[in-house]
């Protein structure tokens, strides 16, 4: 027998059908996300204070970043909301060395244009620190994320005055800040105290790089931009995801499903191929029984067959053993809005390598913003949902395995500890375990819920990362769980662009 989802399974993808939102994008010609804005510079406590920071007066909003390099002191905020009258509010949070991870951190300031050389001053509650600015200057924000063997974000604020701050959030969540030195006209170092180095050039972004103290190294790219409105002349939209699994007998094939979002419709071609022993064919279905199906969610939270292909052809087989066999197929469909599953159906008695593909034709009015894998872990064997982006300019995304928070749906035997890991162009560039310990936690919760993504328990075990996502091929991949009868979910969520 075939693997079907059952209807309390199917709950989960009911939840998903959602609307489009607004996409904040950037030109693909910009190498640095920067933002201009008055940056007042000073120190907690006394003039003579160890503990420097910056507040960033930007268009939109603002930041803070504080440190003391000699207590491991660092706080942080990148949610500051200023009124006309020059006060703010900040929340964030802050570490030192003496503290298990990081603490809230909420202030309240206001800008001073009387005598005593303090042009900023600002409490922080429930602490006895005081901020105090004594000078300010044009300055440039400039937001990096780490790609490669970590993950991570690093901020930079430098001032015309010559000051120039900037603070790493690892993802082992933790902070360091410190002072950045100048290289040159464009290209800054920061070293933190711990012996972490990174270096970037705002006019050369092919020698941003990283190096962390434990070995791991890798690439600063851009973040997404600080602009709020969106550009139409630059538009990147999900265009193929595909899944890749190999199987064992008695453990069902993945289920791939994708959401269209819009209006109209576009034409969609699903493609398969699969890897077979011929010593199997003996004893298991015929291999006529191989086919593609395509099912939709109806409007009772039941999958209605929409279409079977033709039984899969034979394939030649490039390399490989003699007992390799190889079969594919490939059904073509035009689709409207709508949540999506598609299957191959026969493989129940046979081990098989097995890839899926999905390629849409994404309209001005109609695109692919959600797609995901439900699989039952077998021997231990790696899955994987590949997504590609076409187009140009930056996106926001967010990448997830699911386990234990698929129990909310009733979904029975989930996985207790699931991962991710993120690849592009082949390099392993994201990973995460225990979602509920991310440095950005609140962003992610925040992003979730405006993406459409189901809510997961912050205490979970549940894996996740959000990416800026630009042009390209990607792979999300989780090894299985030991335990056949376990399930996952991996899914990636994307924005889509507003209707042209």
């Known amino acids: ?56 007066k930007t268009p939109n909003a603002g930041m803070f970043i504080g440190f003391d390099e000699e207590s491991e002191i660092a706080a942080f905020s990148s949610d500051v909301d200023w009124d006309p009258e020059g006060q703010f509010v900040l929340q964030g949070f802050s570490t030192s060395a003496e503290s298990n991870g ?14 005593e050389g303090v042009i900023l001053e600002s409490s922080f509650e429930d602490s006895d620190l005081r901020f105090e600015a004594f000078s300010k200057s044009e300055a440039t924000l400039v937001h990096l994320r780490l790609e490669g063997e970590t993950q991570g974000e690093l901020f930079a604020i430098t001032g015309t005055d010559g000051q120039s701050f900037a603070l790493f959030l690892g993802d082992g969540g933790f902070v360091h800040g410190g002072e950045l030195e100048a290289l040159g006209a464009a290209r800054y170092l920061f070293e933190t105290k711990h012996g972490d180095r990174f270096e970037f050039d705002l006019d050369q972004p092919s020698r941003n790089s990283y190096f962390l103290k434990d070995g791991r190294r890798g690439q600063l790219h851009a973040s997404e931009s600080v602009l709020d409105e969106a550009s139409e002349s ?12 190999a199987k064992t007998k008695e453990v069902g094939a993945d289920a791939l499903h994708f959401i269209l979002s819009g209006e109209g ?77 598609v299957q191959v159906m026969g493989l129940w008695e046979m081990d098989a390598f097995v890839e899926t593909r999905v390629g849409v034709e994404p309209q001005d009015s109609l695109e692919v913003v959600n797609a995901s ?12 949902l590949g997504f590609e982006f076409s187009g140009e300019g930056v ?80 792979e999300a991949s989780a090894r299985g769980s030991l335990e056949s009868s376990s399930f996952e979910m991996i899914e990636v969520y994307c924005e889509i662009g507003p209707s042209q």
């Open 265 to 341: 419709e576009t034409e969609v071609d699903l493609m398969t191929s699969i890897l077979l022993d011929v010593r199997d064919l003996g004893v298991s279905a015929s291999v006529n029984e191989l086919r593609i199906e395509l099912f939709e969610l109806d409007e009772n939270d039941d999958w209605d067959r929409l279409f079977s292909s033709l039984p899969l052809a034979r394939l030649k087989v490039a390399d490989g053993s003699e007992f390799d066999v190889a079969y594919g197929g490939v059904l073509s469909a035009t689709l409207g809005e709508g949540t999506y599953l």
């Open 1 to 56: 027998m075939d693997f079907r989802l059952s209807n309390a399974r199917k709950t989960v993808y009911s939840r998903l059908i959602w609307a489009g939102f607004g996409l904040v994008v950037v030109g693909g010609d910009i190498a640095v996300a920067e933002e201009v804005g008055e940056a007042f510079w000073g120190s907690f406590g006394e003039r003579s204070g160890r503990v420097e920071g910056v507040f960033m």
């Open 395 to 474: 996106a926001k995304a967010l990448i997830r395995n699911v386990g234990p928070s698929l129990r909310e749906y009733d979904v029975e035997n989930c996985t207790v500890d699931p991962s991710i890991a993120v690849y592009r162009a082949g390099l392993k560039s994201w990973k995460n375990e225990d979602w509920g310990t991310n440095f950005a936690l609140n962003e992610m919760i925040g992003q979730a819920e405006e993406l459409g993504a189901f809510p997961l328990d912050v205490e979970s075990k549940d894996a996740a990362v959000s990416l800026s996502i630009s042009e390209g091929a990607y």
């Open 373 to 384: 894998i439900l699989y039952q872990c077998g021997d231990g064997g790696e899955h994987r």
């Open 102 to 115: 990081m603490t809230p951190t909420t202030g309240i300031g206001r800008t001073l244009t009387t005598g």
């Open 234 to 245: 630059s538009r990147i939209r999900l265009t193929e995801v595909r899944s890749s699994f």
